[in-house]
């Protein structure tokens, strides 16, 4: 059971470029969510799923798109990276009853 | 969900029990307070939570107060590997966004 996997762990992109973030869930859970955590701050939240086929807008959802095709996998995209979104992307998901949320092990991007 | 206080940060002696206290003064009646912590670098993981009684699994106790205004997260013996960020959470099941606040840093001291 692996639990919340995000792909690639480490990533570098130059300003302008575009990637796709992987979130990958096995335990069936209804809501996913993206934060970015910059050094020494808490957990923003980016956007969020509550289900396959559905998106919504969380604090700082500027400059990211999400997917939600499959209920397994939840996708964040930046269509043109910028030096304010080098972070740490941290992929959660949860049940829809309000159980404890899962987290990934964070995906560090650099954008130079 | 409801806003939540927390210290900043605490200090405790390997050894000892640590007591993390949050405030949380305007949790509805369906919410849940959960905890969770992040080891440095790594992604948050699920301590304990509770709704009105208090709790205790093999990583922690969670008391909360009768008014459920504010909670306690107690560690029993506080091991250096202890040391990381603590979150204070409520949240309810009908609750959509997940959301943190700016949590404890609890270091642990040799």
């Known amino acids: 059971n692996a639990g919340v996997t995000q792909t690639p762990k480490f990533r570098v992109l130059k300003t302008g470029q575009s990637m796709t973030l992987l979130c990958a869930q096995d335990m069936n859970h209804e809501y996913m969510y993206w934060y970015r955590q910059d050094p020494g701050m808490g957990l923003r939240l980016i956007h969020y799923s509550v289900g396959e086929g559905t998106t919504a807008k969380g604090e700082v959802p500027d400059g990211y798109n999400v997917s939600r095709l499959k209920k397994q996998n939840f996708l964040l995209g930046l269509e043109s990276a910028a030096p304010s979104q080098t972070s740490v992307y941290f992929c959660?998901?949860?049940?829809?009853?309000?159980?404890?949320?899962?987290f990934g092990q964070g995906t560090r991007l650099t954008v130079v | 969900d409801a806003k939540t206080t927390q210290p900043t940060s605490m200090d405790c002696a390997e050894g000892r029990a640590a007591n993390l206290p949050c405030n949380h003064s305007t949790i509805s009646g369906n919410e849940y307070v959960y905890w969770y912590r992040q080891i440095h670098s790594q992604g948050p993981q699920y301590i304990i939570h509770g709704l009105k009684n208090n709790e205790t699994n093999e990583m922690a106790s969670l008391i909360i107060t009768e008014d459920r205004k504010s909670s306690t997260l107690i560690l029993p013996h506080a091991t250096l590997r202890d040391t990381a960020v603590y979150y204070c959470n409520p949240s309810s099941g009908s609750a959509r966004q997940l959301t943190f606040g700016s949590g404890t840093q609890l270091t642990v001291l040799p």
């Open positions: 959660a998901s949860r049940d829809w009853v309000g159980t404890e949320a899962f």
